[in-house]
């Protein structure tokens, strides 16, 4: 089964200062991965996502990720962050089993930029 | 503007009272979903619909049911909560149940059982 794990429960920054948050996946078949993102008190929506093509995928809010099927790898990237962008972000992976499909989505990573 | 809406915000119960946490959808997808998740863990997908066929994972507990009487509306039923079951419960929606479909969320209703 497929599994995503996200390495930082917490990370910290000053705004304006670059960003990476690390996910990386179990997956022995074709991926399609995710990062969805939660502000306080809101739902999650969906950042952006890889299902095929271009390894480097970007959101329309500056933030990028690239997958690297070699390190099984899904780290999500931005150069210089807002006060804003201070949320929970949660990497995801299709998983399919049984003959249906489902998201397992990692624990998260709780991004706080700080003035 | 089309969303996923969830009611209660906040809802208390007592252990062992039934519960109904309720989702509605004005975006017309096919499938729904029910997710638990408690703090600081993942998601955790209890079941979903696609249509009118229902989904349940195969770790649900039978404490947990849902209904979906139209498109729009999904219920989750939790029929004798314990403390454990204490939790946000999110709901989302997507077009179809593809591996690349895009889940829509609600913003969730947040259980505390006393």
């Known amino acids: 089964a497929q599994s995503v794990t996200q390495l930082d429960s917490q990370v910290p920054v000053f705004e304006e200062a670059p960003v990476e948050l690390r996910c990386n996946y179990s997956s022995s078949v074709s991926v399609y991965l995710f990062w969805y993102v939660q502000y306080p008190n809101q739902g999650l929506q969906l950042l952006l996502k890889?299902?095929?093509?271009?390894?480097l995928v970007k959101s329309i809010n500056g933030f990028e990720a690239e997958f690297n099927k070699s390190q099984t790898s899904f780290h999500l990237r931005k150069p210089s962050v807002h006060i804003s962008d201070t949320a929970e972000y949660f990497c995801?992976?299709?998983?399919?089993?049984?003959?249906?499909?489902?998201?397992?989505f990692g624990k998260g990573t709780k991004l706080t930029v700080n003035p | 503007d089309a969303m996923v809406i969830q009611n209660p915000r906040y809802q208390v119960t007592q252990f062992g009272k039934p519960v109904t946490l309720s989702c509605s959808q004005t975006l017309n997808h096919n499938v729904m979903y029910w997710y638990q998740q408690k703090s600081s863990q993942a998601p955790k997908l209890l079941f979903h619909y696609y249509d009118k066929d229902f989904n349940n994972e195969a770790d649900t507990p039978d404490n947990f049911q849902s209904r979906r009487p139209n498109t729009s509306f999904c219920f989750l039923d939790i029929r004798s909560p314990g403390l454990g079951d204490a939790a946000m419960y999110l709901c989302?929606?997507?077009?179809?149940?593809?591996?690349?479909?895009?889940?829509?969320f609600g913003p969730g209703t947040r259980l505390l059982v006393l």
């Open positions: 890889y299902l095929s093509g271009s390894t």
């Open positions: 989302a929606t997507s077009r179809g149940s593809g591996g690349q479909e895009t889940q829509y």
């Open positions: 995801a992976v299709r998983q399919t089993q049984g003959g249906s499909e489902k998201l397992v």
